[in-house]
């Protein structure tokens, strides 16, 4: 059983460039959501897409933008990419969470792509 | 809403000593509580979970953690380190929605 995966697992960037990153869900989740996690800190929360749609959305700037496909697999874009971007970006997924009327709430975390922002 | 403490950023052990990370929580709601541990290089893989069951939680490599509602804490207990133990280890609070919030990390060193 595959867990969840990410891709790429490292991609440096200049100011101003845009980037995608890429999450395939553990086999059996619905849900993904998004995390930023900077050198030395906890990972804070993007944002959350369940049936194709953004449920949730931390405090991120437009920028950040992201898609989920009917696979359930799901996409996290940045534009205009900025130095404090770098970060290690980390998908996680799970069955959708109470309010959605199910789940256990547990996160799957994929290892992340790293993104170096020059 | 929702937020973890971590009391120690640096926790370092002597291999066979125990182990204690320390973590509180705040919550509006009845509060899901996790624990999570990453390696280096490495994604976050879950310890333990707290969800309104039993207060003493049991975790994967002989980790647990007790909840206490009255102290507001949740923290992480291991009667013996091992060198593999070495990682940075993350308390996570959890709202209705499935949208985690981390604490800002304990690194443990084992010393061997």
């Known amino acids: 059983d595959a867990g969840v995966t990410q891709s790429p697992t490292h991609l440096i960037k200049t100011r101003g460039q845009q980037v995608t990153l890429r999450c395939s869900p553990k086999s059996g989740h619905d849900t993904v959501s998004w995390y930023q996690q900077a050198l030395g800190q906890g990972p804070q929360f993007i944002f959350q897409y369940y049936e194709e749609e953004e449920r949730q959305r931390g405090n991120f700037p437009d920028r950040f933008s992201g898609h989920q496909f009917p696979n359930y697999s799901s996409e996290l874009n940045v534009n205009a990419l900025l130095l404090g971007d770098s970060a290690l970006y980390l998908c996680?997924?799970?069955?959708?969470?109470?309010?959605f009327g199910g789940g256990t709430g547990e996160l799957f975390f994929g290892e992340g792509s790293r993104l170096t922002v020059l | 809403a929702q937020s973890v403490t971590q009391l120690d950023s640096h926790v370092s052990v002597s291999e066979g000593t125990p182990v204690l990370l320390r973590c509180n929580y705040s919550?509006?709601?009845?509060?899901?509580l996790f624990w999570y541990v990453q390696h280096p290089n490495k994604g976050l893989q879950l310890l333990l979970k707290?969800?309104?069951?039993?207060?003493l939680v049991k975790g994967i490599n002989g980790f647990e953690a007790e909840f206490k509602k009255s102290e507001t804490s949740f923290h992480l207990t291991k009667p013996s380190a091992h060198m593999s133990d070495a990682a940075e280890y993350f308390c996570?609070?959890?709202?209705?929605?499935?949208?985690?919030?981390f604490g800002t990390g304990t690194s443990l060193t084992v010393i061997p």
């Open positions: 996570v609070v959890s709202d209705p929605g499935n949208q985690f919030y």
């Open positions: 996680a997924s799970s069955l959708a969470g109470p309010s």
């Open positions: 707290y969800t309104s069951a039993a207060t």
């Open positions: 919550s509006s709601y009845s509060p899901s």
